[in-house]
T-cell receptor, first 113, second 116 residues
Framework: GQQLNQSPQSMFIQEGEDVSMNCTSS?????WLWYKQDPGEGPVLLIA?????ELTSNGRLTAQFGITRKDSFLNISASIPSDVGIYFC?????????????FGTGTRLTIIP | GAVVSQHPSWVICKSGTSVKIECRSL??????MFWYRQFPKQSLMLMAT?????????EQGVEKDKFLINHASLTLSTLTVTSAHPEDSSFYIC????????????FGEGSRLTVL
């Protein structure tokens, strides 16, 4: 199936650093979502974006829905140990549910002690 | 957020046997649930869309006779891996739609299948 290109593939940072990752697609999406997945668990929603240009924050996390509707980025400020995990972007063709999600390739975040 | 639970969390079976994985929405009703498969260090790949009271819609390349999906009630969908083989070993994750918006989709904790 189709996948979104997500970069970087992995990141090694020190605690306290800011993190930035992005997701690009050749197709237009009407909804962008960002998830975090811990080992052996299902994804947990971090931020949902429904409108092109929308900038949304959730605590130390900020995400934006690109104007072209073909990209999105996620920023994490002042990283902490519990931020470790795999971050996935996902796009959906319609604003309303019951439409399948296309997932990005993932960004693995590791915090160096 | 809403709670989606999967059972079992992990299962080990012999090659050739069938395994059933349950996905339950604990505090809401879901007419639509989705089943994903995730191989190690890879992303989630949609297998099928499970619709309550009707046949599931399978993604291209997913064998419907091998991966049987039953969505018999508004709170339960099951995935049965029939005649499992070692290549079916994977992490299977379900999600359930609580409301109309994409952000109202909640994922289960996943079920790890190991076929010997």
């Amino acid at each position: 199936g189709q996948q979104l290109n997500q970069s970087p593939q992995s990141m090694f940072i020190q605690e306290g650093e800011d993190v930035s990752m992005n997701c690009t697609s050749s197709s237009i999406f009407n909804t962008w979502l960002w998830y975090k997945q811990d080992p052996g668990e299902g994804p947990v929603l971090l931020i949902a974006l429904y409108k092109a240009g929308e900038l949304t924050s959730n605590g130390r996390l900020t995400a934006q829905f690109g104007i072209t509707r073909k990209d999105s980025f996620l920023n994490i400020s002042a990283s902490i140990p519990s931020d470790v995990g795999i971050y996935f972007c996902a796009g959906q063709d319609a604003n309303f549910g019951n439409e399948k999600l296309t997932f990005g390739t993932g960004t693995r975040l590791t915090i160096i002690p | 957020g809403a709670v989606v639970s999967q059972h079992p969390s992990w299962v080990i079976c012999k090659s050739g046997t069938s395994v059933k994985i349950e996905c339950r929405s604990l505090d809401f009703q879901a007419t639509t649930m989705f089943w994903y498969r995730q191989f190690p260090k890879q992303s989630l790949m949609l297998m099928a869309t499970s619709n309550e009271g009707s046949k599931a819609t399978y993604e291209q390349g997913v064998e419907k006779d091998k991966f049987l999906i039953n969505h018999a009630s508004l709170t339960l969908s099951t995935l049965t891996v029939t005649s499992a083989h070692p290549e079916d070993s994977s992490f299977y994750i379900c999600s359930a739609q609580e409301g109309p918006r994409a952000g109202e989709l909640f994922f289960g904790e996943g079920s790890r299948l190991t076929v010997l």
